[in-house]
């Protein structure tokens, strides 16, 4: 069974950074694509960034040069890094992976973590 973990929220001033990190339990062979949702208070979840297995990125307009997102398939995390933080960042925000398969051959329409709540503050 494979399981998201989001961890690296918090509360930060506007201008602040932080970094978010996905941890990933469970082995898994492939993927179409690995992403970050937030969802604010009200309002709909939405793509803030997503790779897709060939190293192809897009990010929201919203965040474009202020959040950058990578990989590290040594370590099984995916990892959100966010400059520049604006109080319209606030969110909880959620990792999200779309067609893994696992060692078992499970295929995974789309696996989502827990969130973490990113709070921007002034």
């Known amino acids: 069974q494979v399981q998201l973990e989001e961890s690296g929220g918090g509360l930060v001033q506007p201008g602040g950074s932080l970094r978010l990190s996905c941890a990933v339990f469970?082995?898994?062979?492939?993927?179409?694509?690995l992403g970050w949702y937030r969802q604010a208070p009200g309002k709909q979840r939405e793509l803030v960034a997503a790779?897709?297995?060939?190293?192809?990125?897009d990010y929201a307009e919203s965040v474009k040069g202020r959040f950058t997102i990578s990989r590290d398939s040594t370590k099984n995390t995916v990892s959100l890094q966010m400059n520049d933080l604006k109080p319209e960042d606030t969110a909880l925000y959620y990792c999200?992976?779309?067609?893994?398969?696992?060692?078992?051959?499970?295929?995974?329409?789309?696996?989502w973590g827990q969130g973490t709540q990113v709070t921007v503050f002034s």
């Open positions: 790779m897709t297995s060939g190293g192809s990125t």
């Open positions: 999200n992976i779309d067609g893994a398969s696992d060692q078992s051959g499970k295929w995974y329409r789309r696996l």
């Open positions: 469970g082995r898994i062979f492939g993927f179409d694509v």
